[in-house]
């Protein structure tokens, strides 16, 4: 049984099959999927290939402890 939650008009649910959990969308496709009138971020944390991805034209990172860390075997960074 999925847990939901609604607060004033943002969903909160998480999907018991899946694991998945969503913030404004009542069906996340992802591990963590935020969603606001289609318009969001996911971010899919696999064994294999961990995702963040955003649904608008930019997505800023920023660290209250003045960090950010990637690291991995390999980075890619392309500008389109």
């Given at each position: 049984?999925?847990?939901?939650?609604?607060?004033?008009?943002?969903?909160?649910i998480a999907n018991a099959t899946s694991g998945?959990?969503?913030?404004?969308?009542?069906?996340?496709?992802?591990?963590?999927?935020?969603?606001?009138?289609?318009?969001?971020?996911?971010?899919?944390?696999?064994?294999?290939?961990?995702?963040?991805?955003?649904?608008?034209?930019n997505l800023t990172v920023t660290s209250a402890?003045?960090?950010?860390?990637?690291?991995?075997?390999?980075?890619?960074?392309?500008?389109?």
């Open positions: 049984q999925n847990i939901t939650l609604t607060y004033k008009t943002t969903t909160f998945n959990v969503g913030i404004g969308t009542n069906n996340p496709r992802a591990k963590l999927e935020v969603s606001e009138n289609g318009t969001g971020i996911t971010l899919n944390p696999s064994t294999t290939s961990s995702t963040l991805n955003t649904t608008t034209g402890g003045g960090a950010v860390t990637v690291s991995g075997n390999s980075v890619i960074i392309e500008f389109g």
